[in-house]
Structures are given as C-alpha cells and as structure tokens.
C-alpha cells in the first residue's frame, strides 16, 4: 500500500466528513436526489508515513507535488480511512442518506480495492455506488453534462494529489448552480512552482495556467525588478507570499461560485503549507448560501485553531 500524507490528512477528512453529517441532515425533508461526488477516491484507506528526520525534507525548489510529514521522533505508520468510505459510513448512520455516489479514481488497482472494501463494509450501499475509473476532470465534464441538476443536488470533493484540478472542472460544477464544492487547493505546490525570478520553466506555467484557468496569476505574483532597472534589468521577481496565492484563489473562484467559505491551512509538522481547504457554494439562494457557508465556516474555524 502506497504512503502519503501526515496529520493534515485527517484534519481535511475530519472536515469534508463532518459537513457531510450536515449537509444531509439540512436535505433530509428534500426531494432531491442527492449524490456525493469523489474526484480522487483513492482505494478507500490510506496508510500514512510518519517520517523521523527532516534530513529528506524536499527543497523548496524540488518539483514534487506528492507530500510527506517529516517531524516526527520516529517512523511509524497508521491507516486512515479516505472519504469514499467515510461517505458511506454517514450515508449509512443518517435518517435519509445520499441516493448515489460516485467515485472516480483513475488507477485500475486502487478503483478495484476501493470497490471490494465498499462492498465489503458498506453492502447496504454498494447498488447506490458508481466506480469510474477515468480522469478526474474529465470524469467530473461528463457528470455535469449527463446529469438532471433540477431534481439533483450534490456534494463534491476534490482531492487531489498535486495540481491535476483544471480551472475548467471547477467552472463545470459552479454552473450546475446545485453543488457545494470542497476544495483541496495545492498551495505548497504552487509554492514550489514559482521561483524567486520570472524565468519559470514553460511547462510550469502552462500547469499553472490551466490551474487558474488564466494568465492573470503572472501579474499577480510576481512585479517588476525596479532596483534591477536601474541597471538595464528588466526581468520580474516574486512579490507572491502565502496569503497573496491564497487570496487570489479565492478571487478566481469568487467570479463563478455563488459563495466562498474562509479557508484553512493545513501544514506539516514544521509549518509548511500542503493544501489551502475552502468550499465553493453553486446555489445562488441566499437561504442556501448562508446555510452552507454557516456550517462550512464553523469547521473550517475549528481547523484553523
């Protein structure tokens, strides 16, 4: 079984699970057919590297997207259970659960064990359960277009383990304008990605230009050289900090999400920031809205405390 993540791992899971338990007890008089959406199911349990020594800590210029907590006095290694089986265990426990899920994995290996340990754990639920074995993104397209968003409300969890979200899945699930969207948005990685000076590699900018699903993040992360000027220097360098990508990810998703709940930072044990943790509502009920962003706020407070 492969290893990734740390601490952080549970809080997101924690989150997601937890606003599922409300979310289905506010639809619970509703007539919708409600569905809970897993981009990057996973194989259904994770099993977490603790590493002792910050000795193989990756630098901060290492093009890597796949984290692993490094501060801990000794190696060890525990299970979590992902959100696809977390989603059961509440449909399961709720007095209406979600008519349908569907996970979407795109190894053949990890979608075949999530679907023996969902049958296996949660039986009452396996004829409600969807496997696809796909992209998540275009997984997510296909969905949004085949699916009746009148009678249909869902909520959605995008879980990635780097930067694989386009910029055009998150427009997809905005228009439905019937999704309450968490995201894990890769703010260590983008980190990573911007060096100090404006040389970055064309294929880093590409990556991040369907991230953002525009341009508009070069001006915004990095100014001019004015001391460099004065010399004949006319490159750029980096004016970007944790809060500036922070902020401008919450403007991006301002301009086709109804709402946007604060966020949450989740970091290592020495403080780096993995993923940013905040959900987009579609519905543009002002009763659905401040519903959403009520309960999706109080979690995200208690994460950041």
């Given at each position: ?18 606003y ?44 890597s ?44 290996k ?83 990605m ?18 953002f ?6 001006d ?86």
């Amino acid at each position: 079984m492969a290893t990734f993540g740390g601490p952080w791992s549970r809080l997101k899971l924690d989150c997601v699970e937890n606003y599922a338990v409300a979310y289905l007890k506010v639809m619970q008089q509703q007539n919708w057919s409600l569905h809970y959406v897993d981009a990057f199911a996973g194989q259904g349990r994770q099993q977490l590297k603790l590493v002792a020594s910050d000795s193989d800590a990756q630098s901060e210029d290492q093009a890597s997207f796949e984290f692993i907590d490094q501060a801990e006095d000794e190696t060890r290694l525990e299970f979590l259970e992902g959100s696809a089986l977390r989603a059961l265990k509440v449909s399961d426990e709720a007095r209406r659960g979600f008519d349908q899920f569907i996970f979407i994995e795109a190894s053949r290996k990890a979608k075949e064990k999530l679907a023996q340990r969902a049958l296996v754990e949660w039986p009452a639920q396996a004829a409600k359960i969807k496997l696809l074995k796909d992209d998540a993104n275009d997984a997510i397209v296909d969905y949004v277009k085949n699916t009746n968003w009148s009678k249909t409300r869902a909520l959605v969890f995008l879980d990635p383990f780097g930067l694989q979200v386009r910029w055009r899945t998150i427009e997809e699930l905005a228009q439905t304008r019937a999704c309450d969207v968490w995201y894990l948005f890769p703010i260590g990685g983008v980190i990573r990605m911007l060096p100090s000076s404006g040389q970055m590699d064309p294929m880093w900018e590409a990556k991040l230009d369907t991230l953002f699903g525009t341009t508009d993040w070069r001006d915004e992360f990095y100014a001019d050289n004015t001391q460099g000027e004065l010399f004949g220097d006319t490159s750029r360098i980096k004016s970007a900090n944790e809060a500036q990508i922070l902020s401008y990810i919450k403007k991006r998703m301002q301009t086709v999400f109804a709402g946007i709940s604060n966020v949450a930072i989740l970091r290592n044990s020495m403080g780096y920031p993995m993923f940013a943790l905040l959900m987009g509502v579609t519905n543009p009920s002002p009763r659905a809205i401040s519903s959403a962003l009520r309960i999706s706020n109080y979690l995200i407070a208690n994460l950041n405390h």
